[in-house]
C-alpha cells in the first residue's frame, strides 16, 4: 500500500469527495491501483490531502457501492477485481450522469489525477 497524492482543487464547484472519488477510480481504470492492492486508511488520506474524514469516508462508501473496492473488517479497504465490479459502475463508466458530466467540465485544469 503505497500513499496516495492526490490533487483536490477546494475552489472548484466539484465536491471534494466527488473529485477524490474520481481520481480513485481512474487510477483503478489506469493500473495505478490494482487488485488486491489496499487503499491508504481514511485517517492517512485525511492527513496527506487535509481534507475531512466525511469526505473521504463519503468517497471510500461510493466506491463501495459501485464495487470498485470492498470494506475488508479489520483490514481496510482492498481494490475488486474488475469483472468483480457491479452493473451499476459498468454503466456508469460506458455512459456518465448528466450531473457528474457538468461537475466534470467545470474543473478542466486537469488536476484531477492521482500520484503515487
Same mark, same amino acid.
Given at each position: 500500500?503505497?500513499?496516495? !497524492? ?18 480513485? +477510480? ?24 487535509? +481534507? ?11 466506491? +463501495?457501492?459501485? /464495487?470498485?473496492?470492498?470494506? !475488508?473488517?479489520?483490514? /481496510? ?16 463508466? /460506458?455512459?456518465? !450522469? ?11 485544469? /486537469? ?6
Amino acid at each position: 500500500m503505497n500513499s496516495m !497524492k492526490c490533487i483536490l482543487d477546494p475552489q472548484s464547484k466539484v465536491k471534494l469527495y466527488f473529485q477524490l472519488y474520481k481520481n480513485i +477510480v481512474d487510477s483503478i481504470k489506469e493500473g495505478t491501483f490494482t487488485a488486491g492492492e489496499k487503499l491508504p486508511s481514511i485517517r492517512d488520506v485525511v492527513k496527506e490531502l487535509h +481534507v475531512s474524514r466525511n469526505t473521504v469516508n463519503t468517497a471510500y462508501q461510493k466506491l +463501495v457501492e459501485e /464495487g470498485f473496492i470492498s470494506a !475488508k473488517p479489520k483490514s /481496510g479497504y482492498v481494490i475488486n477485481e474488475y469483472n468483480q465490479f457491479s452493473a451499476k459502475a459498468k454503466e456508469l463508466s /460506458g455512459t456518465k !450522469k448528466k450531473s457528474q458530466k457538468s461537475e466534470e467540465s467545470s474543473n478542466s485544469n /486537469g488536476d484531477r489525477n492521482c500520484l503515487r
